[in-house]
């Protein structure tokens, strides 16, 4: 090859860069995890909206309660599980702005169930992205109401016995159902292909918003390397063979 | 005939060694290094530049946004 790396990399041939709506902290995540993946989606549809000013965020509790110092927008930080009562007040309070609220499995379908169920059941005005790993990550692996029936974590070592701890919640299901909902969908960022899916769903839920005709939520069903005790890259291997088959990819309701 | 040749740069100290990268990769061009950054991770790196093509996957699923991707067009003889 004649060409060398250095003709390559030229201003002329930028491809893909970092988002700059992303800032320059370096995520405390675990290498492999998928929060910082939707992180730079969530900032790159931003970025492409040209909405960076006019978005107000709800940070959750969890692995992703530091999501304020990554992606420069507004923020405000919920109590556990409440992002949505709070998303539901700014949207109300400041209906011009974008609003969207973060939150990982243990925050929107277990403690949250209520105020998730009921901001979308109302139709609030905002996107919700839903991180489902299966898992309460950031507490050290315990068992989540998403946790699939088999799945071990530190508080089911054994798996998870339906007879015993219940069966896993479909929240996605749930909230599709819901009068209040405009578009529901569950997508994945085990791949590239997926990642560009992904994007195109988060993108769609901010553009429906433009409309204020209801609830936009996404579903990400993401790996949790460190939980799930395997490899970022066997986690990914994983979750394609276990999640997908009970939490199924593809975009649940479009109205 | 025209090929699209492309180039990575990984930001080193902010590369966590994961290699979903080096698993996205479709022409294998990308290695974990066998030494490590400031945080002790093995961070990838261009293992075979020839390969590449510029396609964005590794950025796209990296989740750390460490990978800055280039593409250029060449005419072959």
Redesign the interface.
Known sequence: ?S?L?E????AE???????SV?TDK??H?????????VH?LLAEVIEEMGIQDKTIGVAPVGCSVFIYNYLAIDWQEAAHGRAPALGTAISRLRPDRFVVTYQGDGDLAAIGTAETIHACNRGENMVMIFINNGIYGMTGGQMAPTTLEGMKASTCPFGRDPQTDGNPLKITEIVAQLPGTNFVTRQA?H??AA??RTKKAIRKAFEKQKEKTGTSFVEVVSTC?SGWKM???DS?NWMEENMFPFYPLGDIKDV | MAKM???I?VDI??C?????CV??CPTSVIALADEVNGKG?NYAF?AN??ACN????C??????????????K?EMA
């Open positions: 090859m060409v790396i003709d390559i990399k030229k041939n930028l491809v893909h860069k970092k988002s992303l370096v995520m995540y675990c290498p492999g995890c998928s929060h910082g993946v730079k960022v791949s590239a990642v560009r390397s490899n970022p890259v990914n | 040749i492309g180039a740069e100290e902010t966590k060694g994961c290699s979903l698993e996205a991770y261009m530049p020839d510029g396609c964005t996957n950025a796209l699923v990296c989740p750390d946004s460490c990978i800055t991707v280039y593409r250029k060449v």
